[in-house]
């Protein structure tokens, strides 16, 4: 037994630590176990829910500290064996009063700052200088800026290594994307909320924004970012299977680095400059074709039919062979009519309809159009890699002409 008295203390010494500099951490932007308070706001909006949360927090505590400092008083000093007797609560109409009155202060008290807080956060148009439009998909998301001539897909780019526990995770885990929404700051940037498929939900909490993205409904919000920094959201509304694969990273910067960012998106990452002639007419080696098309596997596809290509029984058709896809008959018959299923897999069946699938999507499943995000050349390289890969041998390659020749 150890002689020190106060033992009993040091875990709470330590637990005391380990919060603070978690608390620490969480104000430097990395996430943290324990984080207890919300994020440090940028924007004008975050900074005021950061005030009215903590001013809540604080009448609530100062509530706390009254009440029970007079109910452990009562207990103490007004206890039976003292000779007192239970009160009757109707001995002063003045106290009743008095009571009631307070609490009605305090609620107009915190309802005005929060319902001004409202009001500023539906309000995008003064002053807006940049349209952004935020479209939630299955599961990634899409931003366009429609005056630039922008658009392109944001999805996770975590390795699935990290996924699958075979490597350490990094600090930002499921927390990255391979195309982050670059934004200026000092402007007032309008956001489109809206989604293609399911309800999404649009939550940046360092930017004081979340908002659900229906289908068929636009939901606006707006954001002025005060400094330059990356900050990291998260879907906010289950929406499938790969709800917690669809992270946020808004990158803010400063206004001349936004400018030269917009004209090198405008130069090149377009689908439409991407299938210029020269592009789609280039002819690739089978070794380049397949390790493009892994990447393009690996951001587009994994998150469905799996990095090994065995997909989700019953969900999410396996690309691999001798995978067969346990799905209920109603569906392998339904596939079946389509003629998509051809000897278990479409990707040892006919080039053309592989194409066609990928091209045009499944309607009325979760099988996207690929047509309208990816370039001619990203078609052909994933196509040509799930025929040679995981365990597919049929030697077909697909060139980016092709694609062209099927769109
Ligand atoms: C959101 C989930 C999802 C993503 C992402 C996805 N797929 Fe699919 N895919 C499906 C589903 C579901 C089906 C089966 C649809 C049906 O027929 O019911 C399918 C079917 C297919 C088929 C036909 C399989 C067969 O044998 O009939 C191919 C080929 C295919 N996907 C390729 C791709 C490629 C290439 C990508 C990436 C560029 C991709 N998929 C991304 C969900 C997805
Ligand atoms: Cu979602």
Not at 2 to 29: D, E, H, I, K, Q
Not at 210 to 221: K, L
Request: hydrophobic residues 45%; proline residues 7%; contains cysteine.
């Amino acid at each position: 037994m150890s002689t020190c008295r106060y033992r009993r203390l040091v875990p709470f010494g330590l637990g005391l630590l380990a919060l603070l500099s978690n608390v620490a951490r969480a104000a430097s932007g990395v996430p943290s176990d324990w984080g207890i308070n919300i994020q440090p706001p940028v924007t004008p909006i975050a900074q005021d829910i950061m005030h009215l949360h903590m001013m809540v927090f604080y009448i609530c505590v100062g509530i706390f500290v009254v009440v029970a400092g007079f109910m452990f008083y009562s207990i103490i000093f007004h206890r039976k064996s003292r000779g007192y007797r239970p009160a009757t609560f109707h001995e002063s109409t003045t106290v009743e009063i008095i009571w009631t009155i307070i609490p009605f202060v305090i609620l107009i008290a915190m309802a005005i700052p929060a319902t001004s807080t409202l009001l500023k956060i539906v309000n995008t148009r003064p002053g807006t200088q940049l349209l952004v439009k935020v479209t939630g998909y299955q599961w990634k998301w899409r931003y366009s800026y429609p005056k630039q001539h922008i658009a392109f897909f944001s999805s996770l780019s975590t390795p699935l290594a990290q996924i699958d526990d075979k490597a350490p995770k990094n600090p930002h885990f499921l927390l990255q994307v391979n195309h982050p929404l670059v934004l200026p700051v000092n402007e007032k940037v309008r956001f489109l909320i809206t989604s293609n498929d399911v309800i999404h939900g649009w939550w940046v909490p360092a930017l004081g924004i979340q908002d659900d993205a229906i289908p068929g409904f636009i939901h606006e919000g707006w954001a002025t970012i005060l400094k330059p920094g990356v900050y990291r959201g998260q879907c906010a509304q289950l929406c499938g299977a790969g709800h917690g694969f669809m992270p946020i990273v808004v990158k803010a910067v400063p206004q001349a680095q936004f400018v030269s960012w917009v004209k090198k998106e405008q130069a090149g990452e377009q689908i439409a400059s991407a299938n210029s002639a020269a592009a789609t007419s280039k002819v690739w080696t089978k070794a380049a074709l397949m390790t493009k098309g892994k990447q393009v596997f690996q951001t587009s596809c994994s998150v469905c039919h799996q990095a090994s290509g065995q997909g989700v029984p019953g969900m999410f058709p396996p690309i691999s062979a001798g995978h067969p896809f346990n799905a209920a008959p109603t569906l392998t018959a339904k596939l079946a009519r389509r003629g998509f299923y051809k000897g278990g897999k479409i990707v040892e069946g006919p080039v053309a309809k592989h194409i066609d699938i990928v091209l045009n999507g499944i309607s009325g499943t979760p099988m996207p159009a690929w047509g309208p995000q990816l370039s001619n050349a990203a078609i052909a390289a994933v196509i040509t890699y799930e025929r040679n890969a995981f365990g597919n041998h049929t030697g077909d390659i697909v060139q980016p002409s092709q694609i062209q020749a099927a769109r």
